[in-house]
């Protein structure tokens, strides 16, 4: 059976944390950026974990080998 292929769009977009969760970066925080305030956009920059219930579809399908 040939090795599993790691779709690459999702490789770019999370990362495996050593005890297996996947952590991403928010979202909207490129533009319109006017608006949003200060506080804001100083939480958005902390990245965050994958919710549960995504994770495992995330894991299956997207990251083979994570």
């Keep these: 059976m040939p090795k599993l292929k790691t779709k690459?769009?999702?490789a770019k977009r999370y990362k495996v944390t050593g005890t297996g969760k996947i952590k991403r970066n928010?979202?909207?925080t490129q533009h319109i950026l006017g608006k949003k305030t200060t506080k804001r956009k100083r939480k958005l920059r902390k990245a965050t974990l994958?919710?549960?219930t995504v994770s495992n579809?995330?894991?299956k399908k997207l990251l083979p080998y994570a």
Excluded: Y
């Design 8 to 10: 690459k769009a999702a």
């Design 26 to 28: 928010k979202s909207n």
């Design 50 to 52: 994958v919710d549960k």
């Design 57 to 59: 579809s995330v894991k």
